[in-house]
């Protein structure tokens, strides 16, 4: 049977898996770079901690994904808990270090010209540093959400949901009718999922990074 073929009649399954794998990563997406902001909020002024903390976080990436999401199902058991526990640190980790990275950034200069207008250090934050740090700070979010979007196709070891289960049923039964065109059908999938977050990434970009930055 043809890749078409396979897909005829199917359509409904497919949008649906499509839509669960697509929900997942922005939602482990949208979960992790809030926390990972929080934290390079929290640490970029102080030299040490934002030092440990970009070490810390290259280091937690070395982390394979299935031993992690392995490990998560002694607590949560199998299904979505663990696989959304599992995305959403591995999305954070880019993050971190973008955050911490483009807030360090922002020049000295720029800071104290703020503070002489009198803004208060929330306000140099929010209206200041924040905005020169955000191309840095997508970038980040970017590199996540295409390693997300691709991660995500492993939980379905633990049944959790999404473009996985096509993809491991049909290597699962190499050989079989449909097999092949199951894991490729999955494949593509992800693919072009991950091509439509990073074009709605690149047009946030547009519509959010001041001009001249």
């Known amino acids: 049977m043809s890749l078409w073929g396979y897909i005829q009649g199917r359509e409904e399954t497919l949008l649906f898996l499509t839509y669960q794998h697509a929900s997942l990563a922005f939602q482990t997406v949208l979960v992790g770079s809030v926390v990972a902001l929080a934290i390079g909020v929290a ?14 976080s290259r280091v937690a990436l070395t982390i394979p994904s299935l031993a992690l999401l392995a490990l998560l199902i002694i607590p949560f058991g199998l299904g979505v808990t663990p696989s959304f526990v599992m995305l959403a640190f591995f999305a954070a980790m880019p993050v971190i270090g973008s955050s911490v990275v483009g807030l360090r950034s922002v020049s000295p200069a720029v800071v104290e010209s703020a503070r002489g207008i009198g803004l208060a250090r929330w306000r140099i934050l929010a209206f200041v540093e924040l905005p020169i740090a955000w191309p840095v700070i997508l970038s980040g979010i970017r590199v996540s959400t295409q390693m ?34 199951m894991a490729l059908t999955g494949t593509i999938l992800v693919v072009l999922v991950a091509l439509v977050f990073d074009a709605l990434l690149v047009l946030l970009g547009r519509l959010t990074i001041p001009k001249g930055l």
């Not at 640490?43 to 810390?56: A, D, E």
């Not at 979007?149 to 096509?166: K, Q």
């Open 148 to 181: 997300v979007v691709g991660v995500a196709a492993i939980v379905a070891y633990v049944l959790g949901p999404g473009l996985g289960s096509l993809i491991f049923n049909g290597l699962a039964r190499l050989g079989g009718t449909n097999a092949v065109e």
């Open 43 to 56: 640490v970029y002024r102080l030299p040490v901690l934002s030092s440990l903390t970009l070490t810390g």
